[in-house]
């Protein structure tokens, strides 16, 4: 692959790296990160937004919460080769509105530019623990007269959703949201009674304690999530639900039978990062070639139908098109009532508010025929970390190898003054009116 000198000409980190797509293609890829911290409030009650002194390094691997690696992802890699759209990611805490314990309470994400449609609008409903009950012998049967009155056509539930208790304050992570898992070890009282049907293979269960495991394929670490080989196993009474879950769509008891009696388990709520092996994102990847001897110098390659919004990792209700500045986030209970980033509505909902600053990212060089050539960069990942006051934002440009083969040298260049803006405007629009037809810069660059 055709090589160039990548300049960094930015304060910020960046790199430059190639790729080989699910068509073959090769791509050379710069991505880069501009971190903030939220300042207080100002008299219209959003928070400013100014860049960390220091770099912050690009992740070169995915982040999981509390550097656990069995806990939800918090941050994906930097190092995609490409995202068709802009990745939202909101890694924070839900605080009850006015500090005091509530039993349920709303938070919302929106972004949207000033006198347009919303980009992006999420609302879920946090409550407390709770818990999906057995009901007692004694109701079951006081309910049969019902279902013989009915002929069948209304059936009692043998199980009821509890009230919850109030908190004041939960992580927003998929570990209480739909999902969980089904598993039974050789040491539980429970072992014997589960059906051979839904035994490991022997291989499996020798090289782990569990003798039967059926995890949620949406999201394998939340709750609520059961089969009725669990429930007959373990003749359990009672299985944590959901605190975590879209406001439209909560959880039912009807929806707790459909699932245990091996129906689909609910999609996950949240605003982290979807994981790379859950649905729906793994159908997103097509069918892997599997094959049981590998030549040496051979790779596997992405399948052919791979889907590249793959790449994007926020739940498909938090992506959009790539901003270009002046966007305002708009986090509703979602900032500790405390923070100076946030204000307090009369309502007594805290809610955090910014707006993303006007600036660009782009690269700078010259081709074979000494034109000036200019590639842009896009915001493709926005990470809000609430607590910690934290943005970050993560740039990338993906281009053909044809773009690169006449390139010597790459500069990155960051500007963000109106003057420097309206003169990149200028050019940008300058290259556009000259690039002939059969120009690589300007087709095969990934938008």
């Known amino acids: 692959m055709s090589a160039f000198v990548f300049d960094n000409r930015t304060p910020y980190a960046a790199l430059h790296f190639d790729t ?28 400013t937004l100014s860049a960390l002194a220091q770099p912050v390094p690009l992740n070169e691997t995915d982040r999981n919460a509390n550097d656990d690696p069995a806990a939800s992802v918090t941050e994906e890699s930097d190092l995609a080769p490409f995202k068709p759209r802009c990745d939202v990611i909101v890694n924070a805490t ?7 314990a509530l039993v349920a309470f709303p938070v919302r994400l929106t972004l949207q530019k000033p006198g347009q449609p919303a ?50 304050r939960l992580p927003l992570r998929y570990e209480y949201a739909a999902g969980g898992a089904s598993k039974i070890s050789s040491e539980e009282d429970g ?5 051979a049907c839904h035994r490991l293979a022997v291989a499996h269960q020798a090289a782990s304690c569990w003798i039967a495991h059926e995890v949620s394929q949406h999201n394998p670490l939340g709750f609520g999530f059961t089969r009725q080989w669990y429930l007959d196993a373990t003749r359990c009474e009672r299985i944590a639900a ?4 879209y406001a439209a769509r909560p959880p039912t008891v009807p929806q707790f039978a459909r699932c245990a ?12 990062p979807v994981g790379r092996a859950w649905l729906p994102r793994r159908d997103l990847i097509g069918k892997i070639e599997e094959k049981t001897h590998w030549a040496p110098d051979e790779v596997p390659r992405l399948p052919a139908e791979f889907d590249e919004a793959y790449w994007n990792g926020a739940p498909a209700d938090q992506q959009c098109a790539y901003p270009a500045g002046g966007e305002r986030f708009t986090l509703t209970n979602l900032c500790s009532p405390a923070s100076p ?33 200019i590639i842009m960069l896009d915001i493709d990942t926005i990470t809000i970390t609430p607590d910690a006051g934290r943005v970050d934002l993560v740039w990338r440009a993906s281009m053909a190898e044809t773009v690169g083969a006449g390139l010597a040298e790459v500069r990155l ?3 963000r003054e109106p003057a420097q803006l309206e003169r990149l405007a200028l050019l940008l629009r300058h290259q556009e009116i000259n690039a002939s037809p059969k120009s690589p810069a300007a087709h095969d660059v990934r938008q």
């Not at 707006?355 to 034109?371: I, V």
């Open 20 to 47: 080989l797509d699910q068509h073959g293609e090769t791509f050379h890829v710069v991505v880069a990160k501009i971190a903030y911290a939220l300042g207080d409030c100002d008299a219209h009650g959003v928070a």
């Open 94 to 100: 839900a605080y009850a509105p006015g500090g005091s």
């Open 119 to 168: 980009l992006i609008d999420k609302s879920l409903s946090v409550c407390g623990r709770r818990w999906f009950e057995r009901r007692h012998v004694a109701a079951r049967l006081l309910s049969l007269p019902v279902a013989v009155c009915t002929l069948g056509l209304v059936r009692p539930d043998a199980w009821r959703l509890s009230a919850p208790e109030p908190l004041t």
């Open 191 to 195: 072992a014997q009674r589960v059906p």
């Open 242 to 245: 959901p605190q975590i879950a």
């Open 261 to 272: 009696s091996g129906g689909e388990d609910p999609e996950a709520a949240g605003m982290g």
């Open 341 to 373: 980033i946030a204000r307090v509505e009369t309502s007594g909902a805290n809610v955090l508010q910014f707006d993303l600053p006007r600036q660009a990212m782009f690269l700078l060089s010259t081709n074979s025929s000494q034109q000036l050539q």
């Open 413 to 415: 260049m960051h500007v």
